[in-house]
Nanobody, 123 residues
Framework: VQLQASGGGLVQPGGSLRLSCVASKRTSSNNGMGWFRQAPGKEREFVAGIDKKGISTLYQDSVKGRFTVSRDNAKETVYLQMNSLKPEDTAAYYC?????????????????WGQGTQVTVSS
């Protein structure tokens, strides 16, 4: 079972990107999912989470109102729509599956991680 993240790239400040995370096989529809990011020299941090049904979401304060997490369980895919991007959003972004059905912030309850997709916000 693997999680494949994609959609990263170089974007100017104020721009938008949509990240996608696809599970290699049916594995995530009963699990909460999350997005984390890690910038060079910094610790990994929680960005957004979503429950198994796509109803309940959580966000880091710095991305509230700019990022939206969603999911399509039929496609085993989780999305992170990122708008009004700022240079401080620059990082490698990782999707992950939690052992719980709810949206959670704590990295320790995530048991499956995808590879990172790089997001660079620069003019």
């Amino acid at each position: 079972v693997q999680l494949q993240a994609s959609g990263g790239g170089l974007v100017q400040p104020g721009g938008s990107l949509r990240l996608s995370c696809v599970a290699s096989k049916r594995t995530s529809s009963n699990n909460g999912m999350g997005w984390f990011r890690q910038a060079p020299g910094k610790e990994r941090e929680f960005v957004a989470g979503i429950d198994k049904k796509g109803i309940s979401t959580l966000y880091q304060d710095s991305v509230k109102g700019r990022f939206t997490v969603s999911r399509d369980n039929a496609k085993e895919t989780v999305y992170l729509q990122m708008n009004s991007l700022k240079p401080e959003d620059t990082a490698a972004y990782y999707c992950a599956r939690t052992r719980r059905s709810t949206a959670v912030r704590e990295a320790g309850v995530y048991d499956l991680w995808g590879q990172g997709t790089q997001v660079t916000v620069s003019s």
